[in-house]
């Protein structure tokens, strides 16, 4: 039997974009920046089309959490292949403060309603590089969980999960429903053309809020000041390896 699908797609600061901290320092500076997908998200997106194409599933429902904006996300999804959105709205001071936390409370709320096989999520997204929702939402709904996947076989209502840990490759196999978190090597995503464009302004796309969807989002966490990295000093050169080994020693580092 067909499976079906959940896709967390995260609309972030476009990764080609330099990020500058607000001058009062209480974020990163968002208005009239370029936005796109989360890349992580897109790999996930890709691999629930792949599994679509096998006949292992039979629908995505694609999910963003945010502003307004999140629906030219979800329509991205769509073009490349979901078969509806959900977008729960989450405006101004809210979505400013909105944590993993919350997020993840929202996506196990919507998996319940919809009564998804699978989860898949990008192992985390490019702006604040949390690595905890999918984790989190294993969690909360007790379900299994192979989060940094490089490669997914699913057959039989289980899934054969290829990951990625520090030692090289690890695989485990894990019972549907679950819950999947995607890697860079995963897969490469795939561009929508102009036809599919087309076509995702016709999918449907439904509006919701956390209440709902029965969630409370209020922030657990307090964010009390944003900094840039040092600037890297420049570097110097050596004519030799006694100079070299001099260096260092001044600098206390052998």
Not at 28 to 47: Q, Y
Not at 50 to 66: D, M, N, P, T, Y
Not at 232 to 251: A, C, H, N, P
Request: hydrophobic share 40%; net charge positive; proline share 5%.
């Amino acid at each position: 039997m067909a499976i079906r699908i959940l896709v967390g797609v995260k609309r972030a600061i476009d990764y080609a974009v330099k990020i500058q901290v607000k001058t009062d320092k209480t974020g990163v500076v968002t208005d009239g920046v370029k936005h796109s997908m989360n890349p992580f998200d897109e790999i996930a997106v890709e691999e629930a089309i792949r599994l679509k194409e096998k006949k292992i599933a039979q629908e995505i429902i694609a999910v963003s959490c945010g502003p307004a904006q999140c629906q030219e996300t979800l329509r991205t999804a769509l073009a490349l292949g979901a078969d509806r959105a959900i977008h729960v709205e989450v405006s101004g001071k809210d979505y400013e403060m909105l944590q993993p936390l919350a997020v993840s409370k929202l996506i196990s709320a919507i998996a319940k309603k919809e009564n998804v096989d699978l989860i898949l999520l990008g192992k985390q997204a490019i702006d604040d590089d949390s690595n905890q929702t999918g984790q989190m939402v294993a969690g909360l709904l007790s379900w299994p969980q192979a989060v940094f996947a490089s490669k997914v076989d699913i057959k039989d209502k289980q899934a054969e999960v290829v990951r990625e840990i520090d030692g090289g490759l690890e695989t485990i196999r894990v019972k549907l429903p679950a819950v999947i978190t995607a890697d860079l090597r995963l897969n490469q995503p795939r561009f929508a053309n102009l036809p599919s464009i087309q076509k995702a302004k016709k999918k449907p796309m439904a509006k919701m809020s956390p209440k709902d969807l029965g969630v409370d989002i209020k922030p657990h966490l307090e964010y009390l000041s944003y900094e840039e990295p040092p600037k890297r000093q420049g570097g110097g050169r050596v004519s030799s390896v006694d100079e070299l080994i001099s260096k260092l020693k001044e600098k206390g580092l052998i």
